[in-house]
């Protein structure tokens, strides 16, 4: 099977996802600044939101140029993914609409883990259908970060209910470590 297909399509879930998050942004009723700080929750998620999934779209095409072939095990694992982040509008509007109550934080985490649990599966499966010296093998390790992700997130959904800001901080620290360009996949097909 080829994997171009499958690209095209996450990309345009991908695209639809981001347009569903903007589109929750609302006008405020009114033209002062002052109308716009009853916004900055909402806003605020949004940015979180939308640099997840620009970084889980950064990461599914890095992912992909070093994927020689796929599978219909691969076909229904990118689903898996795509049903995760396709969640993030709800979860982005829920936590932002409320003022990050306890209860929107915590399940805006359980759509975070369940998005890396999303891509980690997807990964296996990839791996399973390559050689284990294949560049996918090389450039994926040992994947700390994807590891260390998981784990914070984790942590962080209990801990919505004691220290929302403190579980909040936490899902920005991930987002920050994914920032960090990850040159593994570029390194490997470098050589």
Same mark, same amino acid.
């Given at each position: $099977?080829?994997?171009?297909?499958?690209?095209?399509?996450? @990309?345009?879930? /991908?695209?639809?996802i /981001?347009?569903? $998050?903007?589109?929750? =942004?609302?006008? &405020?009723?009114?033209?002062?600044?002052?109308?716009?700080?009853g916004l900055? &929750?909402?806003?605020l998620s949004?940015?979180?939101?939308? /640099? +997840?999934?620009?970084?889980?779209? !950064? !990461?599914?095409?890095?992912?992909?140029?070093?994927?020689?072939?796929? !599978?219909?095990?691969?076909?229904?694992?990118?689903?898996?993914? =795509?049903f *995760?982040?396709?969640?993030?509008?709800?979860?982005?509007?829920?936590?932002?609409? !409320?003022?990050?109550?306890?209860?929107?934080?915590?399940?805006?985490?359980?759509? =975070?883990? $369940?998005?890396?649990?999303? +891509?980690?599966?997807?990964?296996?499966?990839?791996l399973?259908?390559?050689?284990?010296d294949?560049?996918?093998?090389?450039? $994926?390790?040992? @994947?700390?970060?994807?590891?260390?992700?998981?784990?914070?997130?984790?942590?962080?959904? &209990?801990?919505?209910? *004691?220290?929302?800001w403190?579980s909040?901080? =936490?899902?920005?620290l991930?987002?920050? /470590? *994914?920032?960090?360009? @990850?040159?593994?996949?570029?390194?490997?097909?470098?050589?």
């Amino acid at each position: $099977m080829h994997k171009g297909r499958l690209e095209a399509f996450s @990309d345009g879930v /991908i695209a639809i996802i /981001i347009t569903i $998050m903007v589109l929750e =942004l609302k006008v &405020p009723h009114g033209a002062g600044l002052a109308a716009l700080s009853g916004l900055a &929750p909402v806003f605020l998620s949004y940015v979180l939101s939308f /640099i +997840y999934v620009g970084i889980y779209w !950064n !990461n599914h095409h890095h992912l992909f140029q070093a994927v020689k072939h796929i !599978n219909g095990a691969v076909l229904w694992a990118n689903l898996h993914l =795509l049903f *995760w982040l396709s969640l993030f509008p709800f979860a982005t509007a829920w936590a932002g609409e !409320n003022h990050f109550a306890p209860w929107t934080v915590a399940a805006y985490g359980g759509v =975070l883990l $369940m998005a890396g649990i999303g +891509y980690r599966t997807l990964v296996r499966v990839l791996l399973a259908g390559h050689e284990a010296d294949s560049h996918l093998a090389r450039a $994926m390790g040992a @994947d700390f970060k994807g590891k260390l992700s998981l784990v914070i997130y984790a942590a962080a959904i &209990p801990l919505a209910f *004691w220290q929302t800001w403190l579980s909040l901080a =936490l899902y920005v620290l991930v987002a920050v /470590i *994914w920032l960090v360009p @990850d040159r593994r996949i570029e390194k490997t097909l470098a050589s």
